[in-house]
């Protein structure tokens, strides 16, 4: 079948920015990756984008297709089921050039929220022994790859990008969750913020655009909670 593609150009020296079309044969399963990488490879190798493991798992090729936050790498030709194809950077976020966009706030709130393990005790001769109930508690929220499509479809982080973001309180919900780590006190500093939990207005589009699946609004609702009781 055959599908036009229009991809956003920006060239951050001049501040010129255009979409630039290109007509392709494809086949309907392959993924939206493919077809850039085939215009990359025969058209134009100008074109600048993220991708690397091109299995769903690294997170860096997220990317508006059709206006929606997706992995360039997980969607098929078929399920956007129109031959036209709008490629855009990730929204709110400083484009630097074509479809890489400055991660640098969307890290920042990361980092904000600690996301690694703090252990609450020294450790153990064995292992770090935790049920089956205990684990469950944040089994959704360990699936996170960190591509910032959650973060870049938040209104609030469009207008304000100190906010922390829902990708961070995803990861914070990994750890405040967690039965074997004591760092929560330092976490809720970040998330009891002006610029923390209290900016989310609970409009799912967070939960809509995650490529895993993730219950964020549910997670950020569990933290919210977790908040007001432990402040
Ligand atoms: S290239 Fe790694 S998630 Fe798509």
């Known amino acids: ?37 085939d215009i990359k490879d025969y058209d134009d190798g100008t074109i600048a984008f993220r991708k690397s493991c091109g299995h769903g ?5 997220a990317m508006q297709i059709n206006g929606i936050n997706r992995l360039a790498c997980q969607t098929l030709i078929q399920d956007l089921k129109s031959r036209s194809i709008r490629i855009e950077p990730l929204k709110g976020m400083k484009v630097l050039r074509d479809l890489i966009v400055d991660m640098d706030p969307f890290f920042t ?12 005790e020294s450790a153990p001769v064995t292992e770090r022994r935790q049920s089956i109930a205990e684990r ?8 996170c790859i960190m591509c910032g499509a959650c973060t870049s479809s938040c209104p609030s982080f469009w207008t304000n990008d100190a906010y ?25 500093e970040a998330l009891d913020d002006k610029d923390g939990l209290w900016r989310c207005h609970s409009i799912f589009n967070c939960t809509d655009a995650c490529p895993r699946d993730i219950q964020i609004t549910k997670a950020i609702g569990e933290l919210k909670r977790y908040t007001v009781v432990h402040r």
């Open 136 to 143: 469950a508690l944040f089994d959704d929220t360990t699936k």
């Open 57 to 61: 798992v690294c997170g860096s090729d």
């Open 164 to 188: 922390v973001g829902p990708a961070a309180f995803v990861k914070a919900h990994r750890f405040i969750m967690d039965s074997r780590d004591g760092g929560n006190d330092q976490r809720l």
């Open 1 to 37: 079948m055959e599908v036009t593609v229009d991809i956003y150009r920006y060239d951050q020296e001049t501040g010129a920015a255009r979409f630039d079309r290109f007509v392709k044969e494809v086949d309907p399963k392959d993924r939206v990756l493919d077809v850039m990488m």
């Open 109 to 120: 709130g990361l980092e904000r929220i600690k996301p690694y393990f703090i252990p609450k």
